[in-house]
């Protein structure tokens, strides 16, 4: 582990595994290169992220990639979440395009030349799918949390990113009936597959922390003024219920009605949030906890 301005930088297991095999075949020098591509990789990631005023705090290299451990302190929104997973993919396009100009310029050899390239573009492209924690993965979260409730888009997202970690696994075996096993695919999908079961399991805790985060998030929009997204529920419907419909970039007021469809209440998502974790009622009907009309 090595510590840098803040950040821890530490390799992951499957990676220094990695290296070990490549000095016992004899291609230290490819994964050695294939190391200085990653960290690049995740640096663009760093940049990125601190452009936005965001904490990281750890970075784990893999072979595909990395995980930047950030503490945006929930004043994120899906944009930067977006503009941050692009960033690491961004750095591989400068890169094989600056190696075509060196293999052009007669520079670089055209062997080595072709391979950076070709590394670069697999790196990037296989970090474009939409796979957690792969940066296409938190694109394509952030895009569905513009369209879903953020509880929904945590399941949604962990459930096909889990079935694509699958196939990704299947498609590494298909080769036992043609060229072989490709094992590095396979230990990849096979990691990527424990995450995003882990991250499904855990879904609800992460939701959790996202509602602990939201006053940040609220005082933003309110502070630059927004348009409320409304949320209509019926009385007995439970807190819980309630607070798993806010969506990531929104501020809401809920609209309560009683069975013959008058509106009893308005309530801020403020007030939502004090029932659910100072009263700690998640369970109890919103008519039950507050006085209502």
């Given amino acids: 582990m090595i510590k840098c301005r803040g950040i ?26 294939l190391f200085v591509i990653v960290l690049i990789h995740e640096l663009g990631h760093v940049a990125a992220a601190r452009s936005f005023g965001w904490t990281v705090v750890r ?8 995980v930047a451990e950030t503490d945006d302190r929930g004043r994120s929104s899906a944009f930067q979440e977006a503009a941050v997973a692009l960033a690491g993919p961004l ?43 792969l940066d296409g993965g ?11 409730p953020y509880y929904r888009t945590l399941f949604l997202c962990s459930l096909i990113s889990l079935l694509l970690s699958i196939m990704l696994a299947a498609a590494s075996l298909l080769g036992i009936l043609s060229a072989g096993v490709h094992l590095n695919l396979l230990a990849i999908s096979l990691f990527l597959a424990y995450s995003n079961w882990y991250g499904y399991r855990h879904a ?25 997204q409304p949320i209509v529920i019926y009385h007995h419907r439970k807190i819980a219920d309630i607070v798993r419909l806010f969506m990531r970039d929104k501020y ?8 013959r469809g008058r509106v009893q209440a308005v309530l801020p998502e403020q007030k939502l949030l ?6 700690n009622v998640p369970g109890s009907a919103v008519s039950d906890v507050f006085v209502l009309e």
């Fill in 252 to 259: 809401h007021l809920i609209y309560i009605m009683n069975d």
């Fill in 204 to 228: 609800s805790l992460r939701f959790v922390r996202f509602l602990m985060n939201r006053e940040p998030v609220m005082a933003r929009l309110i502070d630059r003024g927004t348009l409320a």
């Fill in 59 to 66: 970075v784990e290299l893999l072979p595909f990639g990395g």
């Fill in 8 to 33: 821890e930088f530490r390799l992951h297991p499957l990676f220094s595994l990695l290296m070990l095999l490549s000095v016992a075949t004899g291609y230290f020098v490819e994964l050695l290169t």
């Fill in 91 to 133: 750095q591989n396009g400068w890169m094989a395009l600056f190696a075509v100009g060196m293999g052009r310029l007669g520079w670089w050899e055209t062997g080595w030349s072709h391979y950076f390239v070709t590394a670069n573009i697999m790196i990037g492209l296989f970090n474009l799918l939409p796979v957690l924690p």
């Fill in 138 to 148: 938190k694109v394509m979260q952030a895009l569905i949390s513009r369209w879903l």
């Fill in 274 to 279: 004090y029932a659910y974790f100072q009263l």
